[in-house]
């Protein structure tokens, strides 16, 4: 089992900036790759952003290219997701996962079988 705590969301005025972090414990060795997701309100869960452990190899939706940055700090099994020039539109339930699944879909948010609770992040106009 992996346990997953996310930490670090809260209300940002549009262009502001946040950082999630998610504290993973358990066998974590188990785990082959972490990622953010989110899901706003009456919208489905969607991909965000994914990290390998093993070498920090990193992934990204499209649309949060250049915005968002995804680490990881393996002596501390944390991860972070720093969002950037945030907008209204970003605002939604931030998920924390693992994988512990050999498979190519990691990096688009495939296989992913271990999940956080969620933290809220609000972005205001």
């Known amino acids: 089992q992996v346990q997953l705590v996310e930490s670090g969301g809260g209300l940002v005025q549009a262009g502001g900036s946040l950082r999630l972090s998610c504290a993973a414990s358990g066998r974590t060795f188990s785990s082959y790759a972490m990622g953010w997701f989110r899901q706003a309100p009456g919208k489905d869960r969607i991909f965000v952003a994914a990290?390998?452990?093993?070498?920090?190899?990193?992934y990204y939706r499209d649309s949060e290219k250049g915005r968002f940055a995804i680490s990881s700090d393996n002596t501390k099994n944390m991860v972070y997701l720093q969002m950037n020039s945030l907008k209204p539109e970003d605002t939604a339930v931030y998920y924390c996962a693992a994988t512990t699944r050999l498979g190519p879909g990691w990096g688009r948010g495939a296989g992913y079988n271990y999940w956080g609770q969620g933290t809220q992040v609000t972005v205001s106009s």
């Open positions: 990290i390998r452990w093993s070498d920090g190899a990193a």
